[in-house]
């Protein structure tokens, strides 16, 4: 049975953006939409029409206006808005906003000061444009120019943002990697990118401890020979560091207000370059273009999360993740972001919720890990009185599916009247398929709709659209914030084999997902990660919601595991247990119990193993197919992509476990 949790009031629904949309496109195309389901049929009905419609309502600076919305509909190959030329840059610093653009605040170590410093501090638009101004000079004096490529391997500072404002003021391409990537990892990455300028930060700060740089920024110079030019971005340690051939300051050159222009180009001219999380192999380079990101974030920004001119997001991100991209377009809004670098359960898992009250944040980002390691701490949270945050709107939550134990805490924990939104999309499409909706209420465990110009459904094994049962994840028609390209992908065979392999003409994203009647969806996970025991796909979400009822639970992975000469799939379950728990007998035999009383007897584990830490990548997704290549005794090369590849070992020693219960002939559980 559904679960509600917070519902809009009517007074609040009348206010919200959403709201004024359906409005104004009702009185501009003369259709009535008496609710979001309406809203949203006639978005993907008339899908070019809609994308025209809210270009012109949300008012997206350009100086040349399109010929065509949208050339063909066939995928891959579709183009938007052709003719179109505009510039990101200019969306954000044209618009004469005031106050505080960026508010950035970097982890202390446990004890220091809470004041204004290095370590705290804000900048505003105007200081925002004047920096980016002497940036684009200082680019321009570098030799780089419209259609170059440019690197970052910074920390969440302003200077990371300036520095891509700077590159899409001018046409210049941007990618970046966060500085906890090695050196193996980083070249996997930028040696496909040939930047030919790297931006570097001489340190970053996590858990209470400032880490250097210079191990892996100093072999850049011949392990990416096409950088001509490193420029070192300082951090506020004492510690000095003069790898680069030039400081930031330098690169700045004299702050004497020079004039800032701004590059126009095409729509699908591109942004920036993101990587896949290169955890089966060498990252993928997705090319995404300039007007697709800035339409399709602003739609959902804007709509979706009730964004408007003076709020204040604040999503816990990484330079390497895509939510960094994300977040920054919510700038051309008017809206203040908060950049926070370091970890945010530092010194303990209120620290974060305490910025977030200090700060006045409207509207929180973070992981479902983060909000589910809050719900299983040892350490009460309830000692800070999470309710008193009279500015807080909104909660988002993206990277790992959050059960509904985690949507329940979030109520009973943090704050009673607020917008918990999740949002399901990823790097592929640098944005969302299913997301929050202001005007919607909120149900335990479920993402609340599809978003507006998105069409897309849920596939049964035959192929067949479902609604109230799990399928495939596909998307049926073009979106604006598609990859133009994969880089290093002439043919286009490799984009075509990511998603349109299985299913020719439709989107196949690879998550396992279900449509409720209501038009709420529940994601359980990655398709390819699924598991399959006697015939059925469960979803590994399932599980890990019913262990949410078990304390001495911290973390876990499952995965399914094919032993020798057997046709059946088992399902082994890892788990991290809380100190001082060791696994043993009578607790294995609680936890198939509890799998087995709130989901089914199929999803009950044949086996139960105990691991240190969930292996993840760097922006803290669980690499289940990782796991189960272990267990299936095939290599992980590309461990480096991994946050914590050090823990793939105690994998290695189970499998080694599983052997010795299987040795090779037939036997069935």
């Known amino acids: 049975m559904s679960e509600l949790l917070w519902n809009p009031t009517a007074s609040y629904i009348s206010k919200t953006n959403m709201t004024a949309l359906a409005q104004w496109l009702g009185r501009k195309c003369g259709e009535a939409f008496p609710d979001y389901s309406s809203l949203h049929q006639w978005s993907v009905d008339h899908l070019e029409a809609f994308w025209e419609s809210y270009l012109e309502y949300t008012k997206i600076l350009h100086r040349a206006p399109h010929q065509q919305v949208l050339d063909t509909h066939d995928m891959p190959g579709a183009r938007w808005f052709s003719g179109m030329r505009l510039n990101f840059a200019e969306n954000i610093l044209a618009r004469d906003f005031h106050g505080p653009a960026l508010v950035y605040q970097i982890e202390k170590n446990f004890g220091e000061p809470e004041t204004p410093g290095a370590y705290f501090g804000e900048i505003s638009f ?23 490529r440019v690197a970052g391997y910074v920390a969440n500072v302003p200077e990371a943002i300036v520095a891509f404002l700077a590159c899409a003021s001018i046409g210049a ?25 790297i931006f570097a930060s001489t340190h970053y700060r996590y858990g209470g401890k400032t880490f250097r740089t210079g191990e892996v920024v100093k072999p850049l110079r011949d392990k990416i020979p096409s950088a001509k030019t490193i420029v070192a971005i300082p951090y506020p340690v004492d510690e000095a560091d003069s790898w680069g051939e ?47 990101a800035l339409l399709q974030h602003r739609k959902e920004q804007q709509l979706h999360c009730d964004l408007r001119a003076g709020d204040f997001l604040l999503f816990f991100t990484t330079c390497g993740w895509m939510m960094w991209n994300w977040q920054l377009s919510a700038l051309s809004l008017g809206v203040k972001i908060g950049l926070y670098d370091g970890n945010p ?56 599916p959050l059960s509904p134990n985690g949507f329940r805490w979030i109520y009973h924990a943090v704050k009673k ?31 609340q709709c599809k978003g507006l110009g998105v069409d897309v459904a849920a596939l049964d094994e035959e192929g067949n659209p479902v609604v109230g049962a799990p399928g495939e994840l596909v998307c049926r028609q073009p979106l604006p914030s598609m990859p133009i390209e994969f880089l290093n992908d002439p043919d286009g065979k490799k984009y075509h084999e990511a998603y349109f392999e299985d299913y020719p003409g439709l989107w196949r994203h690879g998550d396992y997902v279900q449509f409720t009647p209501s038009g709420g969806v529940i994601v359980y996970g990655r398709s390819d990660a699924t598991l399959n025991p006697g015939g059925v796909r469960i979803g590994s979400a399932e599980i890990y919601s019913a262990l949410d009822a078990l304390d001495f639970i911290a973390g876990a992975v499952v995965v399914g595991w094919l032993p020798p000469n057997q046709s059946d799939e088992l399902i082994v379950l890892c788990v991290v247990l809380t100190a001082p728990h060791a696994l043993d007998e009578v607790m294995e035999k609680h936890i198939r119990q509890t799998i087995r009383e709130k989901c089914s007897p199929r999803h009950v584990p044949h086996h139960v193993f105990q691991i240190s830490e969930v292996p993840v990548t760097r922006s803290g997704k669980t690499v289940e197919l990782s796991v189960k290549a272990i267990l299936a005794g095939k290599s992980v090369s590309n461990r480096s992509a991994l946050a914590n590849p050090q823990v793939l070992e105690e994998f290695e020693r189970i499998r080694l476990r599983l052997s010795s219960l ?8």
């Open 173 to 197: 391409v941007w990618s970046s990697a966060s500085p906890d990537f090695g050196l193996h990892a980083l070249c996997d990455r930028f040696n496909q990118v040939q930047p030919k300028l």
């Open 662 to 669: 299987y040795p090779g002939v037939s036997k069935v559980l």
């Open 246 to 292: 030039l400081t930031w300051q330098e690169f700045l050159g004299p702050d004497d207000a020079p004039k800032l222009s701004f590059e126009q180009v095409p729509f699908t001219h591109p942004l920036y370059i993101l990587f896949s999380s290169g955890t089966t192999g060498a990252p993928k380079c997705m090319v995404h273009g300039t007007g697709g």
């Open 126 to 148: 105007k200081e925002l444009k004047n920096l980016v101004a002497r940036g684009a000079r200082g680019l321009r004096q570098a030799g780089i120019k419209k259609g170059d």
């Open 345 to 400: 359960g530092y010194p303990d898992l209120t620290a974060i919720w305490r910025l977030v009250d200090k700060l006045g944040v409207t509207h929180f980002g973070t992981s479902g890990r983060f909000i589910e390691s809050c719900m299983k701490s040892q350490s009460p949270l309830a000692p800070y009185n999470f309710g008193e945050m009279p500015a807080l709107r909104s909660i988002l939550c993206t990277g790992s």
């Open 417 to 447: 009247d607020v917008h918990l939104a999740g949002i399901s999309g990823g790097t592929d499409i640098v944005s969302c398929f299913i997301l929050g909706n202001p005007n919607l209420p909120v149900i335990a465990g479920e993402i």
